[in-house]
């Protein structure tokens, strides 16, 4: 009689709803009994913190190192670091680096950074937010351009039809002659 079984017959009460309770029971049982005999650690794992703690503790303290000797902050204690880990393409860690994160810089992603000039958390000046403006509208004017250059490739791939589809205008950043005007310049466009 294996284990099972004798949990069977050690449990007293019977019947069809007693036995599905048992079974249910003992494979609960048992399923917590492998997660139980599971390593509380992998080796590796651990083998592989050790090591990159260690590299990123060594990039911090020449980071900090090189901060307060080189004298170009003014207050190296109220300095803020940003610590990174990454991967190469074979899925190998990169050595970690560490690096100033300036008193005007932030580190956080596009949407929060909508949420924090939404809110008002952030106060950026009248230029930061012009420049942010612009950078956003060339941005959006050059997916419309390669939209349009999409759209123009697969009509042109397409047979030949009648149409009198007017021919779609020149996006703002880009110049008469078809090239693009330098970044931050637009031509004004009146109809």
Same mark, same amino acid.
């Given at each position: 009689m294996d284990r099972e079984g004798f949990m069977l017959l050690? %449990?007293? $009460?019977?019947?069809?709803? =007693?036995l599905r309770w048992k079974l249910a029971f003992i494979a609960a049982f048992n399923r917590m009994e492998a997660e139980l005999q599971k390593p509380a650690y992998d080796p590796a794992r651990i083998q592989l913190a050790h090591s990159l703690?260690?590299?990123?503790? =060594? &990039?911090?303290?020449q980071t900090v190192f090189d901060a307060i000797a080189s004298g170009r902050d003014s207050d190296w204690r109220r300095v803020r670091? @940003?610590?990174? $880990?990454?991967?190469? !393409?074979?899925?190998? /860690?990169?050595? /970690? &680096?560490?690096?100033?994160?300036?008193?005007? &810089? %932030?580190? *956080?992603? @596009?949407? =929060?950074?909508i949420q924090h000039i939404t809110k008002h958390d952030v106060i950026p000046s009248d230029a930061q937010l012009a420049a942010l403006v612009t950078a956003c509208a060339q941005q959006l004017s050059e !997916?419309?351009?390669? !939209?349009?250059?999409?759209?123009?490739?697969?009509?042109?791939?397409?047979p030949a039809t009648t149409s009198t589809a007017v021919a779609a205008p020149i996006p703002p950043h880009i110049g008469h002659d078809g090239? /693009?005007? /330098?970044?931050? *310049?637009f031509r004004a466009v009146f109809v």
């Open positions: 050690a %449990m007293g $009460f019977t019947g069809k709803e =007693a703690a260690a590299q990123a503790a =060594a &990039q911090v303290t670091y @940003l610590l990174s $880990f990454g991967y190469d !393409r074979d899925g190998q /860690p990169t050595i /970690p &680096q560490a690096q100033v994160v300036g008193d005007d &810089q %932030m580190v *956080t992603s @596009l949407n =929060a950074l !997916r419309v351009q390669v !939209r349009e250059l999409r759209a123009a490739a697969k009509a042109s791939a397409a090239k /693009p005007l /330098p970044p931050g *310049t």
